[in-house]
C-alpha cells in the first residue's frame, strides 16, 4: 500500500503539469455513486472535500458517515478513502490512502486502491479499479447498458412474444449467451408479464457477467413468480459474482426452502467459492447444500414410485 507521504508528492507532480491547473477549475459536488461505496453526497469542510455516505450501499455505512475526504491538488484529490475489507486479519472498515484523478468533462474521480496486504474490497473493479461518477450519468447509463429498467410493454403481442421466448430458450441451451439475452428483451417488450423471460433475461446476463443487471431482471422475475426455486437460487449465483455473501447465502436458503434441487458437486462454483472461504458462513451453506441434493434425491424418488 502506498504512503500517504508518496501520495501526496506525486499528486503534487501531477498538479504541477502543464494544464492541470485549467482541468481543475471545477471540483466534485452534489450526488455521485460508486459500487464499492453506494450513493454518496459531496460537501466542503475547512478547505477539504468530503463525501458523505446516503444510502449507505454495499459496506452498510452510518447514514451521513464519511467515506471519501481529501484535498483537490490540480486535477488530483489527495486524501483518505474507507473501504469495508474481507479477509481472516482483515477490519471490517479500512481507511487507506487515494489518489484520484477528476475530469472536468464527465466529472468522475478515478482512482487505483490497494487494500492492506491480505484483504479484499468487495465492489473493487479490476486492478482495485474505483470510478466514482455523478448519480445522474449512473441512472443515464444504466438505461443505455440494456438494463432491465429501459424495457417497456408499448403494444402486447403474446404470440409474437411465446415465439422470441422459445427463440431465447433454444439460444440460451446453445450458450449463446447474447442471442439468447436479445431474444428474452424482445419478448419483454412485447409481454411483460411472463417470468420465464425476465428469468431467461437474468440468466443469460449472469452468464455474460452482468451481474448487477441480472439481479434486476431476476427480481422482476422474483415478483411475477415468488414460488419458482431456481431464481432464488441464481439470484445467488448472481450476488456471489458482486463479494456479497450475505444476500448470496439468504437466496439459497429461499431457494432450497422452496424446494430448489441439484445432484451432489454441480453447485455454482463461483457462489461455493464464496460462501466457503468464510467461517461464518460455512456450516449453514454446506447445511443448505446437503438439503438442496436431498432434494433432488426425494424428487428422484418420487418419480421412479409414479412412473415416467
Not at 223 to 246: F, M, P, T
Not at 289 to 299: H, I, T
Amino acid at each position: 500500500m502506498a504512503s500517504v507521504s508518496r501520495t501526496i508528492g506525486l499528486a503534487a507532480f501531477i498538479a504541477a503539469a502543464p494544464g492541470a491547473a485549467a482541468r481543475a477549475q471545477a471540483v466534485p459536488q452534489g450526488s455521485y455513486q460508486a459500487d464499492v461505496l453506494g450513493r454518496v453526497e459531496w460537501s466542503v469542510a475547512n478547505e477539504r472535500l468530503v463525501a458523505h455516505s446516503v444510502d449507505g450501499g454495499p459496506c452498510r455505512f452510518k447514514p451521513q458517515s464519511p467515506v471519501l475526504e481529501g484535498q483537490l491538488l490540480g486535477s488530483v484529490l489527495v486524501g483518505q478513502l474507507t473501504l469495508c475489507l474481507e479477509g481472516p486479519s482483515c477490519p471490517a472498515l479500512g481507511t487507506v490512502p487515494v489518489l484520484a484523478v477528476y475530469s472536468t468533462e464527465d466529472r468522475s474521480l478515478t482512482a487505483y486502491v490497494r487494500p492492506q496486504a491480505g484483504c479484499q474490497a468487495p465492489g473493487l473493479g479490476k486492478g482495485g479499479l474505483l470510478v466514482l461518477q455523478p448519480a445522474e450519468a449512473v441512472s443515464t447509463q444504466a438505461l443505455v447498458r440494456g438494463g432491465v429498467a429501459r424495457l417497456r410493454t408499448e403494444k402486447r403481442n403474446t404470440e409474437a412474444a411465446k415465439e422470441a421466448l422459445e427463440r431465447g430458450n433454444q439460444l440460451l441451451g446453445r450458450k449463446d449467451w447474447s442471442g439468447s439475452a436479445a431474444e428474452f428483451e424482445r419478448s419483454i417488450t412485447l409481454d411483460d408479464r411472463n417470468w420465464v423471460a425476465f428469468f431467461g433475461l437474468g440468466t443469460a446476463w449472469l452468464m455474460r457477467g452482468q451481474a448487477q443487471d441480472s439481479i434486476d431482471a431476476l427480481n422482476r422475475a422474483r415478483l411475477l413468480n415468488q414460488r419458482e426455486s431456481s431464481i432464488h437460487y441464481n439470484l445467488a449465483c448472481a450476488y456471489s459474482r458482486l463479494g456479497d455473501k450475505k444476500q448470496a447465502l439468504a437466496s439459497l436458503g429461499q431457494a432450497v426452502k422452496l424446494g430448489f434441487a441439484i445432484t451432489e458437486g454441480s453447485q455454482d462454483a463461483e457462489l461455493d467459492r464464496l460462501l466457503s472461504s468464510d467461517g461464518a458462513f460455512l456450516n449453514k451453506y454446506l447445511g443448505l447444500l446437503q438439503q438442496a441434493v436431498a432434494n433432488n434425491k426425494a424428487s428422484a424418488g418420487r418419480r421412479q414410485q409414479t412412473g415416467p
